[in-house]
């Protein structure tokens, strides 16, 4: 091996450790998650959406009367239990549509975890509650994807403009 390739293997192990280390030791408190939209299981589908897109948030966590999360209702949701099933957005509430007892993780759980089970369980937005059930943020798939770029800035920072990835349409897959 030339000295440029010892280097660049170094330099490539350093960063796989750097990477390996943040994906295990970093805990969702680093993603700053944005502060939940928590609602009763009440409300009209028609209030929570207004709220989901005044807050630019993909969903809304539901709340019982004591503030502890019972469920939560997502874009997906939407799609799937309101609009695919024919229902009224404006007469239906969301604790008939919602996904109840949803897993949630803690601040100090590990980005990981949640990672994981976003991958596994096929989730796209994970509440996160303090020890007493109650709703403190949320995590995203974007929020994972963005702490995931800040761990290859140069990287990222560096595609050209134009570059296949922004039209994978055009890339031949088979």
């Known amino acids: 091996m030339s000295d440029t390739e010892d280097a660049y293997a170094e330099t490539l192990d350093a960063d796989l450790h750097e990477i390996r280390g943040a994906l295990f030791d970093d805990t969702l408190a680093v993603l700053s998650p944005p502060d939940p939209i928590c609602l009763g299981d009440t409300v ?6 207004d709220a ?9 966590l539901v709340v019982d009367a004591g503030t502890c999360l019972i469920g939560i209702f997502t874009e997906r949701d939407v799609l799937r239990r309101v609009v695919g099933q024919g229902l009224d957005p404006r007469r239906t509430p969301i604790g008939q549509v919602m996904t109840r007892d949803p897993q949630a993780l ?3 759980d590990r980005v990981a975890h949640a990672l ?6 096929g989730y796209r937005t994970v509440p996160i509650v303090d020890e007493v059930g109650r709703p403190v ?11 995931l770029a800040d761990l290859f800035p140069e990287e990222v ?3 050209p403009p134009g570059d296949r990835i ?5 890339i031949d897959a088979g």
């Open 44 to 49: 009209s589908v028609q209030d929570a959406v």
């Open 52 to 60: 989901m897109v005044a807050r630019r948030q993909a969903g809304v």
């Open 106 to 108: 803690r601040l100090r």
């Open 116 to 121: 994981h089970s976003m991958s596994v369980a």
């Open 137 to 147: 943020g949320v995590v995203t798939g974007s929020d994972v994807i963005r702490w």
């Open 157 to 159: 920072l560096n595609l």
């Open 166 to 170: 922004k039209n994978p349409e055009q």
